[in-house]
Protein backbone atom coordinates (compact mmCIF):
# COMPACT_ATOMS: atom_id res chain seq x y z
CA UNK A 1 0.00 0.00 0.00
CA UNK A 2 1.19 3.21 -1.07
CA UNK A 3 0.73 6.64 -1.51
CA UNK A 4 0.45 6.61 -5.20
CA UNK A 5 -2.14 3.72 -4.33
CA UNK A 6 -4.30 6.15 -2.46
CA UNK A 7 -3.97 8.83 -5.17
CA UNK A 8 -5.46 6.15 -7.93
CA UNK A 9 -8.28 5.59 -5.37
CA UNK A 10 -9.34 9.04 -5.18
CA UNK A 11 -9.46 9.38 -8.86
CA UNK A 12 -8.29 12.61 -10.17
CA UNK A 13 -10.04 12.62 -13.18
CA UNK A 14 -13.85 12.67 -11.52
CA UNK A 15 -11.93 15.97 -9.44
CA UNK A 16 -13.63 18.37 -11.88
CA UNK A 17 -17.16 16.95 -10.72
CA UNK A 18 -16.34 18.70 -7.25
CA UNK A 19 -14.81 21.71 -9.19
CA UNK A 20 -17.27 22.64 -11.29
CA UNK A 21 -20.25 23.03 -9.39
CA UNK A 22 -18.28 25.81 -6.88
CA UNK A 23 -16.70 27.78 -9.46
CA UNK A 24 -20.70 28.33 -11.47
CA UNK A 25 -22.27 28.69 -7.69
CA UNK A 26 -19.75 31.35 -7.02
CA UNK A 27 -19.70 33.07 -10.02
CA UNK A 28 -23.63 33.00 -9.72
CA UNK A 29 -23.13 34.82 -5.63
CA UNK A 30 -20.78 36.93 -7.65
CA UNK A 31 -23.47 38.14 -10.41
CA UNK A 32 -25.84 38.66 -7.54
CA UNK A 33 -23.62 40.74 -5.30
CA UNK A 34 -23.44 38.74 -2.70
CA UNK A 35 -19.82 36.58 -3.60
CA UNK A 36 -18.07 35.71 -0.01
CA UNK A 37 -14.44 34.84 -0.66
CA UNK A 38 -13.63 31.68 2.24
CA UNK A 39 -17.12 30.20 1.86
CA UNK A 40 -16.36 29.86 -1.51
CA UNK A 41 -12.69 28.70 -0.68
CA UNK A 42 -13.88 26.42 1.80
CA UNK A 43 -16.83 24.99 -0.40
CA UNK A 44 -14.08 23.65 -2.90
CA UNK A 45 -12.49 22.29 -0.46
CA UNK A 46 -15.64 20.19 1.44
CA UNK A 47 -16.84 19.54 -2.47
CA UNK A 48 -13.11 17.80 -3.42
CA UNK A 49 -12.80 15.89 0.09
CA UNK A 50 -16.67 14.75 -0.50
CA UNK A 51 -15.55 13.59 -4.14
CA UNK A 52 -12.82 11.85 -2.73
CA UNK A 53 -14.85 9.44 0.11
CA UNK A 54 -17.12 8.86 -2.71
CA UNK A 55 -14.58 7.23 -4.71
CA UNK A 56 -13.04 5.06 -1.66
CA UNK A 57 -16.70 4.35 -0.83
CA UNK A 58 -17.25 3.20 -4.64
CA UNK A 59 -14.07 1.40 -4.28
CA UNK A 60 -14.94 -0.58 -0.92
CA UNK A 61 -18.52 -0.98 -2.10
CA UNK A 62 -18.05 -2.85 -5.36
CA UNK A 63 -15.34 -5.00 -3.98
CA UNK A 64 -18.00 -5.88 -1.15
CA UNK A 65 -20.75 -6.38 -3.71
CA UNK A 66 -18.71 -8.42 -6.42
CA UNK A 67 -18.67 -5.56 -9.10
CA UNK A 68 -14.88 -4.97 -9.47
CA UNK A 69 -14.09 -8.69 -10.94
CA UNK A 70 -10.92 -9.86 -12.46
CA UNK A 71 -12.91 -9.46 -16.29
CA UNK A 72 -13.28 -5.66 -15.27
CA UNK A 73 -12.30 -3.61 -18.42
CA UNK A 74 -12.32 -0.23 -16.35
CA UNK A 75 -8.79 0.96 -14.22
CA UNK A 76 -7.81 -1.29 -11.48
CA UNK A 77 -9.86 -0.75 -8.27
CA UNK A 78 -7.84 -0.80 -5.35
CA UNK A 79 -9.54 -2.71 -3.16
CA UNK A 80 -10.80 -5.28 -5.39
CA UNK A 81 -6.62 -6.07 -6.58
CA UNK A 82 -5.46 -6.13 -3.33
CA UNK A 83 -3.55 -2.98 -3.21
CA UNK A 84 -5.39 -1.62 -0.13
CA UNK A 85 -7.26 -3.46 2.24
CA UNK A 86 -10.78 -3.22 3.27
CA UNK A 87 -10.10 -2.19 6.60
CA UNK A 88 -7.53 0.54 5.08
CA UNK A 89 -9.91 1.67 2.53
CA UNK A 90 -12.40 1.73 5.02
CA UNK A 91 -10.54 4.36 7.45
CA UNK A 92 -9.96 6.30 3.97
CA UNK A 93 -13.92 6.82 3.81
CA UNK A 94 -13.90 7.98 7.51
CA UNK A 95 -11.11 10.98 6.84
CA UNK A 96 -12.06 11.77 3.57
CA UNK A 97 -15.61 12.42 5.35
CA UNK A 98 -14.24 13.70 8.48
CA UNK A 99 -12.28 16.21 6.45
CA UNK A 100 -15.47 17.37 4.19
CA UNK A 101 -17.45 17.73 7.95
CA UNK A 102 -14.75 20.02 9.20
CA UNK A 103 -15.27 22.04 6.28
CA UNK A 104 -18.43 21.88 7.23
CA UNK A 105 -18.36 22.89 10.33
CA UNK A 106 -17.38 26.40 9.47
CA UNK A 107 -19.65 26.46 7.12
CA UNK A 108 -22.27 26.17 9.43
CA UNK A 109 -20.67 29.46 11.56
CA UNK A 110 -21.29 31.69 8.44
CA UNK A 111 -24.76 30.02 6.99
CA UNK A 112 -26.27 28.14 9.81
CA UNK A 113 -27.55 24.99 10.26
CA UNK A 114 -29.20 24.67 6.45
CA UNK A 115 -25.58 23.46 5.87
CA UNK A 116 -25.56 20.44 7.94
CA UNK A 117 -28.35 19.04 5.59
CA UNK A 118 -26.82 19.67 2.60
CA UNK A 119 -23.71 18.07 3.69
CA UNK A 120 -24.58 15.10 5.42
CA UNK A 121 -27.44 14.57 2.65
CA UNK A 122 -24.15 14.68 0.64
CA UNK A 123 -22.20 12.20 2.49
CA UNK A 124 -25.18 9.74 2.79
CA UNK A 125 -26.00 9.94 -1.00
CA UNK A 126 -22.16 8.83 -1.31
CA UNK A 127 -22.37 5.72 0.48
CA UNK A 128 -25.15 4.51 -0.20
CA UNK A 129 -24.18 4.48 -3.70
CA UNK A 130 -22.79 1.19 -3.64
CA UNK A 131 -22.75 0.44 0.23
CA UNK A 132 -25.88 -0.34 2.23
CA UNK A 133 -28.42 -3.29 1.75
CA UNK A 134 -29.78 -1.70 -1.60
CA UNK A 135 -27.16 0.46 -3.12
CA UNK A 136 -29.04 3.07 -5.36
CA UNK A 137 -26.07 2.49 -7.91
CA UNK A 138 -27.20 -1.12 -8.18
CA UNK A 139 -30.63 0.23 -9.23
CA UNK A 140 -30.31 2.45 -12.29
CA UNK A 141 -30.71 5.52 -10.18
CA UNK A 142 -26.83 6.60 -10.33
CA UNK A 143 -27.29 9.29 -12.69
CA UNK A 144 -30.60 10.94 -11.51
CA UNK A 145 -28.67 11.22 -7.97
CA UNK A 146 -25.51 12.54 -9.60
CA UNK A 147 -27.49 15.31 -11.43
CA UNK A 148 -29.10 16.02 -8.13
CA UNK A 149 -26.25 16.46 -5.73
CA UNK A 150 -23.32 16.82 -7.93
CA UNK A 151 -25.54 19.43 -10.27
CA UNK A 152 -28.63 21.49 -8.02
CA UNK A 153 -27.36 20.94 -4.48
CA UNK A 154 -23.69 21.67 -5.49
CA UNK A 155 -24.42 24.40 -7.47
CA UNK A 156 -27.24 25.91 -4.95
CA UNK A 157 -25.46 25.13 -1.84
CA UNK A 158 -22.19 27.30 -2.88
CA UNK A 159 -24.40 29.79 -3.65
CA UNK A 160 -26.26 29.53 -0.27
CA UNK A 161 -23.25 29.55 1.75
CA UNK A 162 -22.21 33.23 -0.10
CA UNK A 163 -25.57 34.94 -0.10
CA UNK A 164 -27.97 33.31 2.36
CA UNK A 165 -30.36 32.56 0.16
CA UNK A 166 -31.30 30.36 -2.96
CA UNK A 167 -32.41 32.27 -6.25
CA UNK A 168 -33.60 30.64 -9.46
CA UNK A 169 -30.32 31.73 -11.71
CA UNK A 170 -28.21 29.34 -8.74
CA UNK A 171 -30.98 26.32 -9.12
CA UNK A 172 -30.99 26.74 -13.03
CA UNK A 173 -27.37 26.56 -13.15
CA UNK A 174 -26.70 23.64 -11.58
CA UNK A 175 -29.03 22.18 -14.23
CA UNK A 176 -26.48 21.56 -17.11
CA UNK A 177 -23.44 21.30 -14.33
CA UNK A 178 -25.82 18.00 -13.24
CA UNK A 179 -26.09 17.00 -16.15
CA UNK A 180 -22.76 17.07 -17.65
CA UNK A 181 -21.90 15.25 -14.49
CA UNK A 182 -24.38 12.60 -15.04
CA UNK A 183 -22.62 11.86 -18.64
CA UNK A 184 -19.67 11.04 -16.33
CA UNK A 185 -21.36 8.14 -14.88
CA UNK A 186 -23.31 7.17 -18.06
CA UNK A 187 -19.68 6.80 -20.20
CA UNK A 188 -18.27 4.55 -16.88
CA UNK A 189 -21.61 2.22 -17.03
CA UNK A 190 -21.38 1.73 -20.63
CA UNK A 191 -17.64 0.21 -20.33
CA UNK A 192 -19.26 -1.80 -17.36
CA UNK A 193 -21.94 -3.03 -18.62
CA UNK A 194 -21.15 -6.35 -19.38
CA UNK A 195 -19.43 -7.07 -15.83
CA UNK A 196 -21.99 -5.34 -14.28
CA UNK A 197 -24.51 -7.31 -15.60
CA UNK A 198 -22.81 -10.10 -14.06
CA UNK A 199 -22.36 -8.76 -10.91
CA UNK A 200 -25.91 -7.83 -10.41
CA UNK A 201 -25.64 -4.07 -10.55
CA UNK A 202 -28.89 -3.19 -12.58
CA UNK A 203 -27.43 0.35 -14.24
CA UNK A 204 -29.05 2.11 -16.56
CA UNK A 205 -26.73 0.63 -19.24
CA UNK A 206 -27.46 -2.89 -17.88
CA UNK A 207 -31.25 -2.56 -18.05
CA UNK A 208 -31.27 -0.40 -21.44
CA UNK A 209 -28.45 -1.15 -23.01
CA UNK A 210 -25.56 1.05 -24.99
CA UNK A 211 -27.95 2.64 -27.95
CA UNK A 212 -30.03 4.38 -25.39
CA UNK A 213 -27.07 5.39 -23.25
CA UNK A 214 -25.40 6.90 -25.96
CA UNK A 215 -28.30 8.89 -26.84
CA UNK A 216 -29.10 10.22 -23.23
CA UNK A 217 -25.41 11.16 -23.50
CA UNK A 218 -26.10 13.25 -26.32
CA UNK A 219 -29.06 14.50 -25.17
CA UNK A 220 -27.51 15.54 -22.09
CA UNK A 221 -24.79 17.78 -23.65
CA UNK A 222 -27.67 19.56 -26.18
CA UNK A 223 -29.80 19.87 -22.12
CA UNK A 224 -26.88 21.64 -20.93
CA UNK A 225 -26.46 24.69 -23.34
CA UNK A 226 -30.48 24.95 -23.40
CA UNK A 227 -30.24 25.37 -19.83
CA UNK A 228 -28.08 28.32 -20.21
CA UNK A 229 -30.29 30.02 -23.02
CA UNK A 230 -32.78 29.49 -20.80
CA UNK A 231 -30.94 31.46 -17.98
CA UNK A 232 -30.24 34.18 -20.62
CA UNK A 233 -33.45 35.09 -21.81
CA UNK A 234 -34.94 35.00 -17.97
CA UNK A 235 -32.34 37.52 -17.70
CA UNK A 236 -31.00 35.50 -14.72
CA UNK A 237 -27.54 35.61 -16.28
CA UNK A 238 -25.93 38.25 -18.63
CA UNK A 239 -25.71 37.87 -22.75
CA UNK A 240 -22.12 37.42 -22.30
CA UNK A 241 -23.04 33.87 -20.82
CA UNK A 242 -23.72 32.73 -24.43
CA UNK A 243 -19.79 32.20 -25.20
CA UNK A 244 -20.52 28.99 -22.97
CA UNK A 245 -21.31 28.14 -27.06
CA UNK A 246 -18.25 28.45 -27.95
CA UNK A 247 -17.36 24.94 -26.21
CA UNK A 248 -20.42 23.26 -28.87
CA UNK A 249 -17.94 22.13 -31.22
CA UNK A 250 -15.61 19.87 -28.67
CA UNK A 251 -18.94 18.71 -26.93
CA UNK A 252 -20.34 17.20 -30.33
CA UNK A 253 -16.82 15.90 -30.80
CA UNK A 254 -16.70 14.18 -27.95
CA UNK A 255 -19.87 12.69 -28.42
CA UNK A 256 -19.33 11.31 -31.60
CA UNK A 257 -15.93 9.71 -30.01
CA UNK A 258 -18.09 8.86 -27.27
CA UNK A 259 -20.42 6.73 -29.67
CA UNK A 260 -17.43 4.82 -32.20
CA UNK A 261 -15.61 3.70 -28.64
CA UNK A 262 -16.60 0.97 -26.02
CA UNK A 263 -14.71 -1.28 -23.74
CA UNK A 264 -10.99 -0.15 -22.30
CA UNK A 265 -11.25 2.25 -25.36
CA UNK A 266 -14.00 4.31 -23.32
CA UNK A 267 -11.58 4.65 -20.73
CA UNK A 268 -9.55 7.86 -22.06
CA UNK A 269 -13.42 9.48 -23.28
CA UNK A 270 -14.42 8.76 -19.56
CA UNK A 271 -11.93 11.55 -18.44
CA UNK A 272 -12.59 13.64 -20.99
CA UNK A 273 -16.00 14.13 -19.91
CA UNK A 274 -15.29 15.11 -16.54
CA UNK A 275 -12.51 17.54 -18.30
CA UNK A 276 -15.20 19.01 -20.70
CA UNK A 277 -17.77 19.67 -17.90
CA UNK A 278 -14.93 21.68 -16.08
CA UNK A 279 -14.42 23.45 -19.30
CA UNK A 280 -18.33 23.95 -19.85
CA UNK A 281 -17.98 25.52 -16.04
CA UNK A 282 -14.93 27.68 -16.63
CA UNK A 283 -16.44 29.06 -19.74
CA UNK A 284 -19.81 29.35 -18.56
CA UNK A 285 -18.19 31.27 -15.47
CA UNK A 286 -16.28 33.70 -17.14
CA UNK A 287 -19.75 34.79 -19.41
CA UNK A 288 -21.61 35.36 -15.96
CA UNK A 289 -18.46 37.21 -15.09
CA UNK A 290 -17.82 39.07 -17.71
CA UNK A 291 -18.87 43.18 -17.20
CA UNK A 292 -22.03 44.45 -18.59
Request: hydrophobic fraction near 55%; charge should be positive; glycine fraction near 10%.
Amino acid sequence: MSLAHWIAAARPRTFPAAMAPVAVGTAVAWHEDTYNYWPALISLLGALFIQIGANFANDLGDFRQGADSVDRVGPTRATSAGLISPTSMRNGVIAAFAAAMACGFYLVTVAGWPVVAIGLTSILAALLYTGGPTPYGYRGLGELFVFVFFGLVAVAGTFYVQALRVSPGALLAGVPIGLLCANILVVNNIRDRQSDARAGKRTLAVLFGRGPCLAMYGCFLALAYVAVMVGIALRWYPISASITLLTAPFADQLAKRVASADGRDLNPLLGETAMFELMFAVVFTIGILIPT
